[in-house]
């Protein structure tokens, strides 16, 4: 079965005029989780890159996964307060709202390359804040990868525009 028909879409999350995606009902199918992860192996199994960042909470999952099967490190991007050491942070833009994330100060050191992972890509202001956290520190983000992108949301595009590479598993394209 494909990765997209385990996704669960709820209308009107968290506000109203959202279709959210949600990848719970996806990551709980065994099968589907372990496609997902492969998938991802797949691609970055000969990437150039010293750890997997993930951003909260999903790309924790995600990340951590991938992580683990890859041999590489993991560094989570946290909401603010979570993390317990020294830690830097950068506010952003949701398609809702505002928020902030924060990184520990020596989660990366200079030269370091990273593949950032999350499991939506909407407006991208998420994936924008935790690779700026990583260039702040001297981090080089080599890709940007995500189960979901909603092209309608122009996340992609503004990546890209900003000079990011993006790949995405799946698609929800005006609906």
Known sequence: MPIKSKVRTIPDFPQKGIMFRDVTTLIKDAEGFKEVIDKFIERYRDY?????????????IIGGALAFALGKGFIPVRKPGKLPSESISHEYELEYGKSTLEIHTDAIKKGD???????????????????????????????????IDLP??????????????????IEFEGD
């Open 113 to 147: 390359r990273v593949l950032l992972i999350d499991d939506l890509l909407a407006t991208g202001g998420t994936a924008l804040a935790g690779a700026k956290l990583a260039e702040q520190l001297g981090g080089e983000v080599v890709e940007m990868a995500f189960i």
């Open 48 to 60: 150039d890159f010293d750890y997997i960042m993930g951003m909260e909470a999903r790309g924790f």
């Open 152 to 169: 309608d949301v122009g996340g992609r595009k503004r990546l890209a525009d900003e000079g990011y590479k993006v790949f995405y598993l």
